[in-house]
């Protein structure tokens, strides 16, 4: 049995919000940029005025913000897209990016995380700063709209820029600025990857916060992607282009825990190409098939694969992430044998 590779199209859920950037950081922004004021900042390093502590994780370019793993009653992985939606681009020409970063209200009052902290980028020509901003659920799950973070806790907020589809990701460049800050940081959108915090390898397991093992079995660069154990039977996920390659990263998952674990809640991956994103599909083996949602039993162990479509090899100029519990692991797909 062979199947297209579906891609995003499976795992959408759209965008339900949208929220504008400004207030008091805004006031500051002609005066830096007129005065050329900026400090460059560095991709997991904390940043701190007397109202707020930030350190941005990562800056994405895309088609979707790039939304935690969530809980939906199939257990598949979503993303927030630009299309498909009334209140989004139907016609598919703007990209988001997406500035994850982490925030600590360090001062003695709420901090408003739409107003107070602000984001925008440039090119060679013009400023966007047409923004979402978005906040993950305590437990990394859900996206919603953000609203006030009280003194003493800790968010983990998207900055989503709305850009056109021809933007020129060679000419982006990043900035933010703080709520009690006259500094300007920015940083070019090729040094916003993931700060991952270790390599994802077959020597290297990752463990999970509900309890799950996660072990590479395999990765491998080839026309399909084949199931490797008898759940899988003779299943297989082709390219939807053809001529296009599949990655495929085979990943044993061990359920340690008490509950059983949707696949949405266990982890997921990115492609960074060229500057752009790309998410990867997690499918799962299963009654005899692949599938792309669905429980790991408690103490049970299955195969899942994470899969990505290129249309040619791999090169050194692409990133390959697994997505864990808020954390980027790196995975060299180059070295595949």
């Not at 703007?94 to 901090?111: H, P």
């Not at 990263?249 to 994103?277: C, H, K, P, R, W």
């Amino acid at each position: 049995m062979k199947k297209r590779f579906l891609g995003l199209c499976l795992a959408a859920c759209m965008l339900t919000g949208l929220a504008g950037c400004g207030g008091n950081a805004a006031e500051n922004l002609a005066n830096s940029i007129l005065m050329e004021e900026d400090e460059a900042f560095a991709i997991g390093q904390q940043y701190t005025d007397e109202a707020a502590a930030i350190t941005v994780e990562c800056a994405t370019l895309s088609d979707c913000v790039m939304a935690p793993l969530t809980t939906e009653e199939d257990g598949s992985v979503n993303a927030y897209y630009t299309s498909e939606n009334e209140d989004s681009d139907e016609e598919g020409d703007y990209l988001y990016l997406d500035c994850v970063s982490t925030v600590k209200n360090v001062g003695s009052e709420e901090l408003d995380l739409l107003d107070d902290l602000y984001f925008y980028c440039t090119d060679a020509n013009e400023l966007y700063d047409d923004c979402m901003v978005l906040v993950e659920s305590a437990d990394g799950t859900v996206l919603d709209d953000a609203g006030e973070l009280q003194k003493g806790k800790t968010a983990r907020v998207h900055y989503t820029l709305v850009l056109p589809e021809d933007i020129s990701w060679t000419q982006l460049k990043v900035f933010f600025m703080m709520p009690e800050s006259a500094t300007t940081y920015a940083a070019p959108l090729s040094e916003c990857k993931p700060n991952a915090k270790a390599a994802f390898s077959a020597d290297a397991p990752v463990t999970t916060a509900g309890g799950a093992v996660l072990a590479m079995k395999s990765c491998s660069v080839s026309d399909e992607a084949a199931s490797l154990t008898a759940a899988g039977g003779n299943t297989s996920i082709l390219p939807v282009t053809d001529g296009d390659k599949m990655v495929d990263i085979a990943i044993e998952v061990t359920n340690n825990g008490s509950e059983a674990l949707t696949l949405g809640t266990l982890y997921g991956g990115q492609m960074i190409e060229d500057g752009f994103n790309v998410l990867g599909l997690v499918a799962l083996e299963a009654d005899n098939d692949m599938v792309y949602s669905g429980s790991i039993a408690a103490g049970s162990t299955v195969m899942t694969h994470l899969l990505f479509e290129l249309a040619e090899e791999p090169t050194k100029d692409q990133s390959f992430y697994l997505y864990v519990d808020g954390t980027f692991y790196s995975i060299a797909v180059s070295d595949a044998e």
